[in-house]
């Protein structure tokens, strides 16, 4: 079985009716919508009455981790291979999911998979990532691309390698994460729900990497419709700069040692490929 779960925050109808039929639930895909909105919308009471999804309404605004915890907990009650913890935002061919299950069959030290992402214009997204310093993250929000920044920000997205193979690196995407539920349940994983929003996929798949492969297969594409709230609203920044400081506060700001090894070992493979 495959599970999956969509965090929903005054998400429209049209928006979450693409990802339902994206995923297309069926008896071995069960799908959970957790709506994090605090009104309740009774547009989308034609998805509660679909086949092999359940709506849970959680009257307030519990955070991206926290909402997506109770999809990883009735994933494993439910038995689930894997779950997948997606973005609302996002349109793909159903046989994707179908793809992605047969590629980490394929080796069971496979613990999360991030396919190709591309914008709506089909641009491949730059989402695989080097663990941040916080230089990273300030440079990438707040200066020019250009220059000295550009190169600096090329290497943190690990934009020389092209995009076109399979790697293992540190850190990926939080928009659509297919996670293999054994690794979640043998190693007690879940969302930190210290993180209310931002960065809690950056720690969640950094400790995935402990006791796995974290891959890029771009062997089959999503779309995703990027909205980048941070870099227009203002009550977005200031979270992703509380959840910076979190993520920092966990594992180190200047010294971080796991981080040192873990970026050395990708940008070593990818020298040598």
């Known amino acids: 079985m495959i599970t999956a779960s969509v965090v929903l925050y005054k998400t429209p109808f049209y928006e979450v009716d693409t990802v339902v039929k994206s995923f ?22 034609p998805l509660k009455k679909r086949p092999h999804v359940e709506y849970i309404f959680n009257g307030e605004n519990l955070g991206y981790g926290k909402a997506n915890n109770i999809g990883i907990k009735k994933a494993l009650e439910a ?9 609302p935002d996002l349109r793909f061919d159903p ?10 069959d394929s080796d069971p030290n496979i613990v999360y998979i991030l396919p190709k992402i591309v914008d709506e214009a089909g641009t491949v997204q730059h989402l695989c990532k080097l663990l941040p310093t916080p230089a990273d993250l300030i440079f990438r929000r707040f200066f020019p691309n250009r ?5 600096n920000n090329d290497r943190y997205v690990l934009a020389s390698f092209g995009y076109d193979r399979i790697i293992d690196p540190p850190c990926l995407s939080g928009c659509f994460m297919f996670i293999r539920t054994k690794a979640l349940k ?11 929003m931002y960065c809690e996929d950056f720690d969640l798949i950094r400790r995935l990497h ?29 979270a992703h700069v509380i959840s910076a400081c979190r993520y ?5 700001w200047f010294v971080d040692k796991e981080r040192k090894v873990m ?10 490929e």
């Open 248 to 252: 920092f506060n966990k594992y180190g």
């Open 24 to 45: 297309a639930p069926s008896k071995e895909r069960k799908l959970y919508l957790l709506d994090n909105s605090p009104e309740y919308d009774s547009s989308l009471d």
């Open 95 to 104: 046989a994707v999911i179908d793809s992605l299950a047969a590629f980490a």
């Open 263 to 272: 970026n050395e070992r990708i940008l070593r493979e990818l020298a040598h």
């Open 79 to 87: 038995g689930s291979d894997y779950h997948i913890a997606m973005n």
């Open 210 to 238: 402990r006791v796995g492969k974290t891959l890029y297969y771009p062997e089959v594409t999503i779309v995703h419709k990027q909205t980048r709230a941070s870099y227009s609203d203002r009550e977005m920044l200031k």
């Open 186 to 196: 043998d190693h007690d994983l879940s969302f930190d729900e210290r993180f209310f």
């Open 147 to 151: 220059g000295i920044i550009k190169k």
